[in-house]
Structures are given as structure tokens and as C-alpha cells.
């Protein structure tokens, strides 16, 4: 069905921005190693280090947000599953898929035009002057991922409306 293969696909991006966010985390771990090292034992911290830091993780998060999402590994609270009807859950996950799609598919076009600004904005970093666009554009694009997925997920829920769904136990009679 073109659904699994959109989300495929879409797994597929979130792997890779999420090998970028792992290779961020990797590069900042050997960054706070040597800034330890020079500021503890040569006593002279690297200058601007928190400049690189702070865009460092901008990658580790836009690499995990889209990640998380297609494999689950968002905080979720499963206490409704427990007390609502199959047809309450149905409603209720449409809303949070739609909601959710909304407000981080908004939230991916306002990063990327806040990263449009740029550096006339005042967009930059305080001691080394790394302009935010491509950070901001990343974190854009992480939130994109997230908002097809999501996307794709509804779509695929209204697809399989009448089916069981992924939170729900089957009857098996008696």
C-alpha cells in the first residue's frame, strides 16, 4: 500500500538525520573532552567552545525529534486504552494524529523563516558568530519528517478505521 511505502520512506529520512544527530553527538563528546583537558590542565579554556556546543545540539536534537517519532520513542501515557471503547480510542488517536501534524508541521514553517532571517536578523552565535540558518533549517527539516509522519500515520489510521488498532486488544469471544 502507499502508505507503508511513504512512511518507509519517510523512516528512511528520519535514519538519516539521525546518523547526522549521532555523529553530533560523537563529535561533542571528543569537543568536551579537550575542553576539559585544555582548561583543567593547561588552564586555558578553548574560546568559543559554547558557541559550538550550542549548535551541536540543535543537530542532535533535529536528528532525533523525526527518529523518535517514526519508531516511537516519544513519552506517551496509555491510560485511556485501559478505560475507553475501541470507538473512543479511534476518535481520540484521529484528534491527537491531526493535532499533533498541525502544531509540528507549523512549527517546522516557522523555524525554517525564522533561519531565513539570519544573520541581519541577529541570528548568530555570541562569541564566534555562527549564523543559526542552517541549525534552524535542520531543526526545520527534523519537524517536517515528523509532521508526514504523523500525516501518513492519520491517513493510515482513516484507512484502517474499521480494523483493530495498534492500542487495542482483540476479542476473542467467550
Not at 33 to 57: C, H, K, N, S, T
Request: aromatic share 12%; proline share 2%; net charge neutral.
Amino acid at each position: 500500500m502507499w502508505v507503508e511505502t511513504a512512511l518507509k520512506w519517510l523512516g528512511r529520512a528520519a535514519s538519516l538525520l539521525a546518523v547526522l544527530g549521532a555523529a553530533a553527538v560523537v563529535f561533542l563528546t571528543g569537543l568536551i573532552v579537550v575542553q576539559v583537558v585544555f582548561r583543567y590542565v593547561f588552564g586555558a579554556p578553548i574560546f568559543g567552545v559554547e558557541d559550538i556546543v550550542r549548535m551541536a545540539l540543535a543537530v542532535v536534537v533535529a536528528g532525533s525529534i523525526a527518529y523518535g517519532a517514526r519508531h516511537g520513542a516519544h513519552v506517551s501515557v496509555d491510560i485511556l486504552q485501559q478505560i475507553a471503547s475501541r470507538r473512543l480510542l479511534k476518535y481520540t488517536d484521529v484528534a491527537v494524529k491531526f493535532g499533533g501534524a498541525a502544531i509540528v508541521g507549523l512549527t517546522a514553517v516557522a523555524l525554517w523563516q525564522e533561519g531565513e532571517c539570519g544573520f541581519r536578523c541577529g541570528d548568530f552565535t555570541d562569541n564566534l558568530d555562527i549564523i543559526h540558518t542552517p541549525f534552524y533549517n535542520l531543526l526545520a527539516v527534523g519537524m517536517a519528517v515528523y509532521a508526514l509522519i504523523l500525516t501518513f500515520e492519520l491517513i493510515a489510521l482513516f484507512m484502517a478505521f474499521t480494523h483493530p488498532g495498534p492500542h487495542e486488544k482483540k476479542y476473542s469471544g467467550g
